[in-house]
């Protein structure tokens, strides 16, 4: 029961996060800083703030620039539990445990702050080091924050149509739609696949029966995946989708989003100018 249980609530609780990660329209809807700001200006803005965090080479400027982030966050009525907690997971975790190497002498030669002992070796940690795996991890943070943050703020069919006036290919904008709509059923068919289970089994499987039922609901939601994303795009095409995205408020730029615009003009000026003037 606490082995089925632990099953339970690790995909209960996965799903639920992967629920509220991608479909989080509630946050996008809110009256809040970001959020009312046009969406072309938002995505053209957050594009040169990640201009500025990916070539800047101050460690203090990319320090401010993620404290930017959290302010914005705040400032567009985003829990901050929540933001961080997205913006923590996966992709800046993974580049610590990658920067992680970078701050040993054996990789990084400098002057020395600590010592180890790891399995009968003596490992010794640089200041270059520890500054050159702070910098990466940084960086990366602060670029998933941006990116999280304009996903946040703004409503998805919304984006899709910004990212065509910028004369993004209509492909990868359609295939970016569809894929949208179709992970929530995805995630749907999981849910009640695994319930479907759980009803008729009620209790854990032997190892062996239970990776022949794994095998035979890959296989299932395989066949059925491939006529599901087939059944979608009909849908779409019925009711009037062309391949472009349409929204029923038009787009309309006011004072706010041309001063938001300039700040992040500014901020990625000011980047420039400390990475190859200053330095």
Same mark, same amino acid.
């Given at each position: 029961?606490?082995?089925?249980?632990?099953?339970? $609530?690790?995909?209960?609780?996965?799903?639920?996060? &992967?629920?509220?990660?991608?479909?989080?329209?509630?946050?996008?809807?809110?009256?809040?800083? !970001?959020?009312?700001?046009? =969406?072309?200006?938002?995505?053209?803005?957050?594009?040169?703030?990640?201009?500025? *965090?990916?070539?800047?080479?101050?460690?203090?400027? !990319?320090?401010?620039?993620?404290?930017?982030?959290?302010?914005?966050?705040?400032?567009?009525?985003?829990? !901050?539990?929540?933001? &961080?907690?997205?913006?923590?997971?996966?992709? =800046?975790?993974?580049?610590?445990?990658?920067?992680? #190497?970078?701050?040993?002498?054996? /990789?990084? =030669?400098?002057?020395? *702050?600590?010592?180890?002992?790891?399995?009968?070796?003596? !490992?010794?940690?640089?200041?270059?080091?520890?500054?050159?795996?702070?910098?990466?991890?940084?960086?990366?943070?602060?670029? *998933?924050?941006?990116?999280?943050?304009?996903?946040?703020?703004?409503?998805?069919?919304?984006?899709?149509?910004?990212? %065509?006036?910028?004369?993004?290919?209509?492909?990868?904008?359609?295939?970016?739609?569809?894929?949208?709509?179709?992970? @929530?059923? /995805?995630?749907?068919?999981?849910?009640?696949?695994? &319930?479907?289970?759980?009803? %008729?089994?009620?209790?854990? #499987?032997?190892?062996?029966?239970?990776?022949?039922? *794994?095998?035979?609901?890959?296989?299932?939601?395989?066949?059925?995946? @491939?006529?599901?994303?087939?059944?979608?795009?009909?849908?779409?095409?019925?009711?009037?989708?062309?391949?472009? =995205? $349409?929204?029923?408020?038009?787009?309309?730029?006011?004072?706010?989003?041309?001063?938001?615009?300039?700040?992040?003009?500014?901020?990625?000026?000011?980047?420039?100018?400390?990475?190859?003037?200053?330095?």
């Amino acid at each position: 029961m606490k082995r089925n249980n632990f099953i339970e $609530r690790s995909l209960v609780g996965t799903l639920v996060f &992967l629920k509220e990660s991608v479909f989080s329209d509630d946050y996008a809807a809110r009256r809040a800083f !970001l959020q009312g700001l046009d =969406p072309r200006c938002k995505l053209a803005a957050i594009l040169m703030l990640l201009l500025a *965090v990916m070539f800047s080479r101050n460690i203090y400027f !990319l320090a401010g620039m993620y404290a930017l982030c959290l302010l914005l966050a705040v400032s567009s009525s985003i829990r !901050l539990g929540f933001f &961080l907690k997205r913006t923590w997971v996966f992709i =800046p975790l993974f580049s610590l445990f990658i920067a992680v #190497p970078a701050i040993f002498e054996v /990789f990084t =030669p400098g002057q020395a *702050v600590a010592r180890l002992q790891l399995f009968g070796l003596s !490992l010794t940690i640089t200041r270059q080091g520890l500054a050159s795996a702070g910098f990466f991890f940084i960086r990366v943070l602060t670029s *998933v924050s941006l990116c999280v943050l304009l996903v946040l703020t703004t409503r998805h069919y919304a984006l899709l149509k910004a990212l %065509r006036f910028f004369k993004i290919p209509q492909v990868f904008v359609m295939t970016a739609g569809m894929c949208y709509r179709y992970i @929530y059923l /995805f995630i749907e068919i999981i849910e009640n696949t695994y &319930l479907a289970i759980k009803s %008729r089994v009620g209790t854990v #499987p032997s190892t062996k029966k239970g990776q022949m039922v *794994v095998a035979w609901n890959i296989g299932g939601l395989w066949q059925r995946s @491939y006529t599901l994303h087939n059944q979608v795009y009909s849908a779409m095409v019925s009711r009037g989708y062309t391949g472009e =995205p $349409r929204d029923m408020n038009e787009f309309s730029a006011a004072g706010i989003d041309f001063l938001w615009l300039g700040t992040a003009f500014l901020i990625l000026g000011l980047s420039l100018w400390q990475t190859y003037y200053l330095n």
